[in-house]
């Protein structure tokens, strides 16, 4: 009983030690986006530059990922995190220092390898941590992005905005508290491998999939298009909230701020809610009622006035959030013995619709009006039906 006891406590560390983790590293990769009006003002950059910056950080933060997750799932590191956290580093003294353009790619290009790192490697270290709650694990790693991800635009706008570019250096105090948050996840780790190298066992669950190879590939098609839809909808409201509220009901910046947290809240309630669900209930259900259930609410916000949309945007933030720890447990369970790869698959598609959509969407707004893209993303949630094409992948031993 005892053993049980501090078994389950020393868990709960490490999972509270990688929600951490997440969180300053996705507090520091926001630095970057958040910084764009000073560093484009201090370098007179063009639009085209800042466009430029912002290709260059998606493909290291995004397309690396899958590639950094399959190589540590064959030469596992005890340090990945501190590794992930030293090119953060590198890049946040270049976005701080560097004279030009040419010396700010390479300072971008380490920022996003950072989370190409991190990302996957978190992920695969929570499954791997988690004690048979794979959902609670995720919904962990997941809140502490969500947070971190939230605090690094206001940390700018109170740092960097009033004091000029070498004010980021100041973000080096949450690196080094990057570092010594990993040091547990590190012991613990290296302790995880010398016993599996000592037990000649491997470093995932299993080495079957529960399915036959072309269910596999099916399965991982249908979450790929539950991403898809979440991600589009996720960015037109993470992206354009504020300006929607500002035209549509007359409301202050301020005010729309508010709304925007209120929304970015639900998000990470939604967030940790999920995965737990998932553990009780079943990924496939999760997955089902997060993104279909989210429709109801999109489909009725761009009729509704300004208090019922900030209601509905809250109830459509916390349905659509809870999706993601379900679908990356439930692709872990297709491939139990590449947890890295599809952890960085799954978080570098994220990344790369997130980013893509919110390019897209911003034509169509100039195209066509704020409420448009509105009345068209409200229908996004509905593509959630193909998870009913989902095979069922049983209850786990």
């Known amino acids: 009983?005892?053993?049980?006891?501090?078994?389950?406590?020393?868990?709960?560390?490490?999972?509270l030690c990688l929600g951490a983790s997440h969180l300053l590293n996705d507090l520091l990769q926001a630095v970057l986006t958040a910084s764009y009006p000073v560093i484009k003002e201090e370098l007179a950059m063009s639009f085209?530059?800042?466009?430029?910056i912002t290709l260059?950080?998606?493909?290291?933060?995004?397309?690396?990922q899958p590639v950094v997750g399959l190589f540590f799932d064959r030469h596992p590191m005890p340090r990945s995190l501190w590794l992930a956290t030293t090119f953060t580093t590198i890049g946040i003294i270049g976005l701080?220092?560097?004279?030009?353009?040419?010396?700010?790619?390479?300072?971008?290009?380490?920022?996003?390898?950072?989370?190409s790192t991190l990302h996957p490697e978190a992920s695969r270290i929570a499954s791997l941590a988690s004690g048979g709650k794979g959902g609670l694990a995720q919904s962990i790693l997941q809140v502490g992005g969500n947070i971190g991800s939230s605090l690094g635009p206001l940390l700018v706008a109170a740092i960097v905005a009033p004091n000029g570019r070498t004010s980021i250096l100041w973000f080096l105090f949450f690196a080094a508290l990057a570092y010594m948050v990993a040091r547990p996840v590190s012991r613990w780790f290296a302790d995880y491998l010398a016993r599996a190298r000592k037990e000649n066992i491997r470093m995932a669950v299993s080495?079957?999939?529960?399915?036959?190879?072309?269910?596999?590939?099916?399965?991982?098609?249908?979450?790929?298009?539950?991403?898809?839809?979440?991600y589009i909808y996720m960015a037109s409201l993470t992206n354009y909230y504020t300006f929607y509220l500002i035209e549509q009901f007359g409301v202050s910046v301020q005010f729309s701020q508010v709304c925007l947290f209120t929304f970015l809240a639900a998000t990470a309630i939604g967030t940790f809610v999920g995965g737990p669900v998932g553990d009780r209930i079943g990924r496939k259900y999760v997955i089902w009622i997060s993104i279909l259930g989210t429709a109801p609410f999109?489909?009725?916000?761009?009729?509704?006035?300004?208090?019922?949309?900030?209601?509905?945007?809250?109830?459509?933030?916390?349905?659509?959030?809870?999706?993601?720890?379900?679908?990356?447990?439930?692709?872990?369970?297709?491939?139990?013995?590449?947890?890295?790869?599809i952890s960085g698959l799954f978080y570098g598609f994220a990344f790369g619709v997130a980013g893509i959509a919110s390019a897209v969407l911003g034509q169509y707004i100039d195209l066509y009006g704020l409420k448009s893209v509105y009345d068209f993303c409200a229908y996004m949630p509905l593509l959630g039906l193909v998870a009913a094409f989902l095979p069922s992948l049983g209850k786990k031993k």
């Open 1 to 15: 009983m005892n053993r049980q006891i501090t078994t389950s406590s020393t868990m709960l560390r490490i999972l």
């Open 48 to 52: 085209a530059e800042i466009g430029l």
């Open 56 to 64: 260059v950080y998606q493909i290291a933060a995004s397309v690396f």
């Open 96 to 115: 701080a220092v560097s004279p030009t353009i040419h010396w700010m790619l390479p300072s971008v290009v380490s920022l996003g390898l950072g989370a």
């Open 207 to 230: 080495n079957q999939r529960p399915l036959s190879l072309s269910m596999t590939v099916w399965a991982l098609v249908v979450l790929t298009v539950l991403i898809f839809s979440k």
């Open 298 to 341: 999109s489909l009725f916000m761009p009729y509704v006035g300004l208090w019922p949309t900030i209601a509905l945007s809250f109830c459509a933030g916390f349905m659509l959030s809870s999706a993601f720890p379900a679908i990356l447990l439930y692709a872990q369970e297709l491939l139990p013995y590449r947890l890295g790869l």
